[in-house]
Every structure is written in structure tokens, then in C-alpha cells.
T-cell receptor
Framework: DTAVSQTPKYLVTQMGNDKSIKCEQNLGHDTMYWYKQDSKKFLKIMFSYNNKELIINETVPNRFSPKSPDKAHLNLHINSLELGDSAVYFC????????????FGNGTRLTVT | AQSVTQLDSHVSVSEGTPVLLRCNYSSSYSPSLFWYVQHPNKGLQLLLK??????LVKGINGFEAEFKKSETSFHLTKPSAHMSDAAEYFC?????????FGTGTRLLVSP
């Protein structure tokens, strides 16, 4: 199936741990994104990459580090997890930078205890 | 700055009755606007988009939206709600190199 896929779907971990979320798209898109959805359902962009190059970094703490080994993958690594990091993280892709619509993955629900 | 405002956090309708989800936007140039739907534990799915062509845009599942520049609105409508329409709906606008989302409207559909 053509899609944006994220793993894992659920992630439960303790404060202070380091965790990663993986994202892959097989749509042939050039641009990938990470969005964070908080408990009130508000969606905010965190990062975007175009062809492995960082384009947007929206005042996200340094504990969050995206990595794009190739244009089909955009992983998110989070160091020293905090309670406030609990949220649903969505990966998305678009054909070109600044192009829409976005195609979203099904999200990763991160719970920090 | 570009922004969208969804005026209702929750909308409740009965099955078979019309749906109206409101969205107002602020943009310094001609906007591109979108409606997305999010079902529980799922990602966002594109319902429809406006990109300066026809002001009445038809989307999937019987939804449509009308772009009204004079009112800076892009309200989502459906003539007859179905139980499967119960979900969270997001209005979005293209900002600088990114989509800017509204805060969402939860649509509740009762039998």
C-alpha cells in the first residue's frame, strides 16, 4: 500500500528515557514533516525536511532531534523525556516543499510517566 | 500572520440532519484552505481543498465547503449527517512552507 507509516503506534516510557519514532513514506514525496498533537487536539508543526534538508524547526527543544537518512524516511529522536512530551506525534509528507495536501501517518501516541 | 479559527469546539447533530462546521481565516494574501477529518486513533485525511478556483468545493463523503472572501470564511457543510461522520474536523491554511491548523471541531452524531 502507498502510505505514510509510523512506528510504534503506542509508546509508554518513563521520564528521563530516550526514545525514537520512525516514519517512512512510499509516495515518492520530497518533503516530510513532524507534527505534535496535544491533549486538546491542537496540531502544531515541529519540523519539516525537504530532500533530507531541514527546512523548518519550530522552536522545539533541543531534546528533539529529527533525522532524515533519505527522502523517504524521517525519524524523530527524543532525549531525556519529560511529562510534557506526552502527545500524539504525526508524520506527514507532501510532494514538494510548500506543496499541499499533506498525507499523514496514523500517529504515535507517546505517554511519559 | 496566517491563522484559522474554528468557532465551535463541539457540534452535535442528529443522523440525517445537516452539518455546519465553521472556519474563519486570516491571511495577507489569497489563501489555500483545507478541511481534514480525523477519526479516533487515526491520522488526518483530506476532505477537500480550496486553491482559488471555484469558490464552492466538493469533497469526499458528501462534504462541501464554500470560500467567502468577504466574510473570510470557509465553512464545511453536509446535507445529511451519517453516524460514520462522527470525528474531529480540522480547518487548515497554507502558511509559509507549512500548514497551519485550527483547533478542531468535534462532530457528534446521535441516532
Amino acid at each position: 500500500d502507498t502510505a505514510v507509516s509510523q512506528t510504534p503506534k503506542y509508546l509508554v516510557t518513563q521520564m528521563g528515557n530516550d526514545k525514537s519514532i520512525k516514519c517512512e513514506q512510499n509516495l515518492g514525496h520530497d518533503t516530510m514533516y513532524w507534527y505534535k498533537q496535544d491533549s486538546k487536539k491542537f496540531l502544531k508543526i515541529m519540523f519539516s525536511y525537504n530532500n533530507k534538508e531541514l527546512i523548518i524547526n519550530e522552536t522545539v527543544p533541543n531534546r528533539f532531534s529529527p533525522k532524515s537518512p533519505d527522502k523517504a524516511h524521517l525519524n524523530l529522536h527524543i532525549n531525556s523525556l519529560e511529562l510534557g512530551d506526552s502527545a500524539v506525534y504525526f508524520c506527514a509528507s507532501s510532494q514538494k516543499q510548500g506543496a499541499t495536501p499533506l498525507h499523514f501517518g496514523n500517529g504515535t501516541r507517546l505517554t511519559v510517566t | 500572520a496566517q491563522s484559522v479559527t474554528q468557532l465551535d469546539s463541539h457540534v452535535s447533530v442528529s443522523e440525517g440532519t445537516p452539518v455546519l462546521l465553521r472556519c474563519n481565516y486570516s491571511s495577507s494574501y489569497s489563501p489555500s484552505l483545507f478541511w481534514y477529518v480525523q477519526h479516533p486513533n487515526k491520522g488526518l485525511q483530506l476532505l477537500l481543498k480550496y486553491t482559488s478556483a471555484a469558490t464552492l468545493v466538493k469533497g469526499i463523503n458528501g462534504f462541501e465547503a464554500e470560500f467567502k472572501k468577504s466574510e473570510t470564511s470557509f465553512h464545511l457543510t453536509k446535507p445529511s449527517a451519517h453516524m460514520s461522520d462522527a470525528a474531529e474536523y480540522f480547518c487548515a491554511l497554507v502558511g509559509f512552507q507549512k500548514l497551519v491548523f485550527g483547533t478542531g471541531t468535534r462532530l457528534l452524531v446521535s441516532p
